[in-house]
């Protein structure tokens, strides 16, 4: 086990501005930018170039993309091995599990490289570099352009761009992303890997623990992490899976800290998060709450409660829809606390505010009123109107994500349109069987068709009830003319005569395919019916789209203008970010208070004994009973599992490294607080936390109770 004592001695770094010192999900390509003081005070030792350096090793290289912004992981060794959230490899942990080896439920340690899991379809992506494009991409764009023309125009531009752009190898690939509503462009350069491996999963009591009802919940005692290690070709580059692959060699791996921590520390976290909407209208945030929320939680509660149903008759069942489910109910959950949040705190208030103090702004010369005047007026007209917007998400969240069999049909549209030439495309319907098959097996291994129909019939019927007539697809009509109103029984038939249905039925159709036995399929008919729904609920809404595109860009450029560009950090968007704070506890209610952090005493007061989610394993009982905590334990004795700060994160930073102020690991960021779920929208200073695993307890798991002494092994720790 390598062991360093590692501290760094340079001048404090970053961040920070007019806003608080806690909110905003910096680019660390621009931390000389701003001021360095408020995290000189905080504790921080590093400088912009230890965070963000192209030349040099730099924490960004050690920070990874999983699956295009998924998730975030971050690496912890010399040999490409990398932690994430348990929940980020959840996907990953419930592909390799079967009842004969059920790692979801027992765990799974490699006990070697060479016993490692493949992971078809997973990658990482780092970040090399970022450059400001800004000026090239807006080269051509004029003031008076049409929306149309501009996006034309700055489309063309990125095309020149990317073309003229040199990389240094051929493993690099480029994205060029809109920042601040379409003002500013950043080139980022990203090196993917392919070849990525199932390391070891905590089992369910340990990586799961709490489940549903402690999701966005403080206190908690979830061991939230996996692990995985990346793969290159003998040479060091990315390369698909083979036998013959090493592992990376990687520019940096964090030093993990068995120091600890303590109340008001500084705690730093870079990550991928996903989305945010700080700068909507108050319009926009009403839109969010009464449509965006309002349809998930319509339509996952009854797709949850079909899915339970199911999950409670087996562990077959349970292994099938675990991860559909935590899928689903995560941002159910999510959406209902975010509601919750933004009426508690005001924020339509508050947000009316600033759009007050931007129209006095805007009003003070005549300048300004051609340039901005338009920009609120277009966002509340284009609010205004939201039945076709409500449409379009009713289609997609009860039709493409509710249940299976439409999104899996609609995927043979391609296959129908070369067998209605199958003589001259005879290679081409030889190659998209092949494919076809493939995804079968994968979609019938975790699939139940009696627990889709239910769904279907659930969702169509809560569809029908709560979108207008002219967005209906065709099928609904059928539903209450020829089945009475009985979606029960149209979705029986529906399952009853589909291929989609039935393992025998797919895979004797892909033997001998027939376009007109695929053109009739009732389920094939059904997607396509809500796919033409969708392009219409589309179409209709594109007029607002582009009234909001604009409207909202104007909008953010006037608040750049008004308070500085310094003041404002983009909203997330899949990009790398830091976001800085301090750890420390908080006042969620009166007369209550949480503290900054849990320990495995009360992870076993949690214990309900066959409950699914506060089961506890006799092993964590007879270890916790004996203080078997070593080298893990706080200077109190205790083991510590996880802790809160009040780092700015969001959806993408699942996994992301929490870091002190040295460049050293403590935790892992897994997830957010109910109190503040409105965070996406609204950063609330005083009860926003990021909810983090202590290192020390993935260590112990990994360690103690597992005895894959082997993997710290690899880790330089930090004492």
Known sequence: MKIRFFW?????????????????????????????????????????????????????????????????????????????????????????????????????????????????????????????????????????????????????????????????????????????????????????????????????????????????????????????RIYTAPDGSPAEFSEENIPLKPRHHFPVSLKGYNQGDFAMIMGYPGSTDRYLTADGVEYTMNVINQTRINLRKAKLDVIREYMATSDKATIQYASKHARSSNYYKYSIGQNRGLERLKVVDKKQQIEKDFTNWVNQNEKRKAIYGEALSLITEAYSNTTDNKAYNYLTEAFLS?????????????????????????????????????????????????????????????????????????????????????????????????????????????????????????????????????????????????????????????????????????????TMRLTYGSINGYEPADAVYYNYYTTLDGYIEKEIPGDREFDVWPRMKELHANSEFGQYADKDGTLRTCFISNNDITGGNSGSPVINGNGELIGIAFDGNWEAMSGDIAFETELQKCINVDIRYVLWVIDTFAGATHLVDEMTLVK
Not at 53 to 79: F, H, M, P, R, Y
Not at 183 to 192: F, G, H, K
Not at 486 to 499: C, G, T, V
Not at 513 to 534: E, G, S, Y
């Open 402 to 574: 509710g249940p299976e069999i439409f999104l899996t049909a609609y995927r043979y549209q391609t296959l129908n349109n070369l067998l209605k030439n199958a003589k001259n495309n005879s290679k081409e319907i030889e190659r998209t069987l092949a494919s076809l098959k493939e995804n079968a097996e994968k979609y019938f291994k975790d699939y139940d068709a009696n627990t889709d129909q239910k769904i279907v019939a659930e969702l169509s019927k809560i569809f029908a009830n709560d979108i207008e007539a002219t967005y209906h697809p065709a099928f609904i009509n059928t539903i209450e003319k020829k089945y009475k109103g009985d979606y029960q029984k149209w979705a029986e038939k529906l399952f009853k005569k589909s291929i989609f249905s039935s393992r025998e039925n797919l895979y004797a159709f892909l033997d001998n395919p027939k376009q007109k036995k695929l053109a009739n399929d009732p389920a094939f008919k059904a997607a396509n019916q809500i796919m033409i729904a969708r392009t219409k609920a589309s179409k209709d809404d594109q007029d607002d789209k582009t009234k909001l595109e604009r409207g909202y860009r104007l909008f953010l450029k006037g608040l750049l203008a008004m308070n500085g560009e310094e003041s404002y950090y983009p909203n997330a968007n899949s």
């Open 8 to 228: 760094l001695l340079v001048p404090a770094f970053i961040l920070a501005l007019s806003a608080q010192a806690d909110e905003g999900m910096w680019l660390p390509s621009l931390l000389n930018k701003v001021n360095i003081e408020k995290i000189r005070e905080m504790g921080a030792k590093l400088t912009a170039e230890d965070i963000y350096d192209i030349n040099n090793s730099s924490l960004k290289d050690a920070v990874i993309s999983l699956n295009g912004g998924s998730c975030t992981g971050e690496l912890v060794s010399d040999q490409g091995l990398f932690l994430t959230n348990h929940h980020c490899g959840y996907g990953q942990i419930q592909q390799h599990s079967t009842e004969e080896n059920n790692y979801l439920r027992d765990g799974f340690w490699a006990p070697s490289k060479a016993d490692e899991l493949p992971n078809p379809g997973m990658y990482v992506s780092f970040l090399i570099r970022v450059e400001d494009v800004t000026d090239k991409v807006l080269s051509t764009v004029t003031d008076d352009m049409e929306e149309a023309s501009r996006t034309d125009s700055i489309n063309k531009a990125i095309s020149e761009v990317r073309e003229a752009t040199e990389v240094d190898s051929t493993y690099h690939h480029i994205s060029i992303k809109s920042f601040h509503g379409g003002n500013q462009y950043l080139l980022l350069v990203y090196e993917t890997y392919r070849d990525v491996r199932l390391v070891g999963a905590p089992p369910h009591f340990i990586g799961k623990f709490g489940g549903d009802t402690d999701n966005w919940m403080w206190p908690r005692h979830t061991g939230d992490f996996s692990m995985f």
